[in-house]
């Protein structure tokens, strides 16, 4: 199929047509008007070359893993049996017994091989693998060599890094931090519920702060910041209805508000203020991204077969949401654009505000 601009707008196939009237009825203006321009809409079968040079977007669907370029361009879609693990820079698929396993990066060229065994994680530039009994991790450098690891005696229930630092969170209720060489750096149990397991943590970009989402029965949110070689909290609250499952938690680029996924909504905290806020959204949340410029947050969730996008302004102010139905889902967001991606299509809409 031809989508070059002379085309585009006479080759629509009908299913497009019927994802973007879905998308503009659905639109729920909350106090600003929002614009949503389509773009494209590729499936992932179409596979078509491309210049190293150019943007790739990593993607995963269902059982395939694989990148797009802003323009529409499915540069590779792979599929795998068990498990994968992809970022802008490399992706895996590996099998269930995790002994090693090699790693390629996006071009498609291999990067190296992990020895380790466990089942990797890529965030963004950084290898980490989860290993066998739960309890252990490793950090690993560009080429899949162990830079340094970690074991605690109870399983590891939450995960989180950043550019400056890591985060896991425990069955036990303790949440440990280190510095990109492997230091602990903050070491606390929230405590304060009757069953203590972190089910959701955050570290921020520049690892001084640390979220979480703490207990059962008396379940909390807490936020803790480095202050000397202490842990200090600096917000907290008691959740009314307690979530008991594993949680999103996440931090804007700049770390003075963060995001998390209590039972059927969104909490936000403002960092600077100490104050929060709540959005009804049902289901389970997977993705929070943001905007280039920072002014727009987008937020995916699902409740049982229906996907959910949901797009805040200045952080906090609802502006807009569209629901799709399907059996699996991502969004991506790249300059005035978000990507998303429902069973194996993916499709590019430009967003304005007037």
Not at 31 to 58: A, L, R
Not at 237 to 263: A, C, H, M, P, W
Request: aromatic fraction near 14%.
């Amino acid at each position: 199929m031809n989508f070059n601009k002379k085309k585009k707008n006479l080759l629509v196939p009908i299913a497009v047509i019927f994802c973007v009237l879905y998308i503009i009825f659905s639109v729920q203006p909350m106090g600003h008007e929002i614009h949503f321009t389509p773009e494209w809409t590729e499936d992932i079968s179409h596979i078509q070359e491309n210049s190293n040079n150019t943007k790739k977007i990593p993607f995963k669907l269902s059982q395939n893993i694989g990148y797009f370029t802003p323009d529409g361009k499915i540069v590779s879609a792979i599929t795998f049996p068990f498990k994968s693990t992809i970022s802008e820079k490399w992706y895996a698929a590996f099998g269930a017994s995790g002994t090693k396993t090699d790693f390629f990066f996006a071009d498609g060229t291999l990067a190296g091989t992990i020895n380790e065994a466990g089942f990797p994680f890529f965030d963004q530039d950084r290898i980490f693998v989860m290993q066998p009994g739960g309890t252990a991790f490793v950090k690993c450098d560009s080429e899949g060599k162990c830079e340094w690891n970690y074991e605690h005696y109870s399983p590891i229930t939450a995960f989180s890094s950043s550019k400056n630092g890591t985060a896991a969170g425990y069955a036990d209720g303790t949440v440990i931090s280190f510095l990109p060489d492997g230091k602990i750096d903050q070491k606390f149990a929230p405590g304060g519920s009757n069953c203590d397991v972190i089910l959701g943590v955050a570290i921020s970009e520049n690892g001084n702060r640390i979220a979480c989402v703490s207990g059962q029965d008396q379940q909390r949110f807490i936020v803790a910041e480095k202050n000397g070689g202490h842990s200090k909290v600096i917000f907290h609250e008691y959740l009314e209805n307690s979530i008991s499952r594993q949680t999103l938690v996440k931090f804007n680029n700049n770390s003075d508000y963060v995001y998390y996924n209590g039972k059927d909504f969104l909490g936000i905290v403002n960092t600077k203020k100490s104050t929060s806020k709540k959005i009804p959204i049902k289901g389970k949340i997977s993705q929070i991204e943001f905007s280039d410029d920072n002014e727009l947050v987008f937020v995916l969730s699902k409740d049982e077969e229906k996907y959910t996008v949901t797009i805040l302004e200045s952080f906090i102010y609802p502006m807009a949401s569209f629901s799709f139905e399907g059996e699996c889902s991502f969004i991506k967001t790249y300059e005035n654009s978000i990507f998303i991606g429902r069973n194996t299509k993916i499709s590019k809409i430009s967003i304005s505000k007037k």
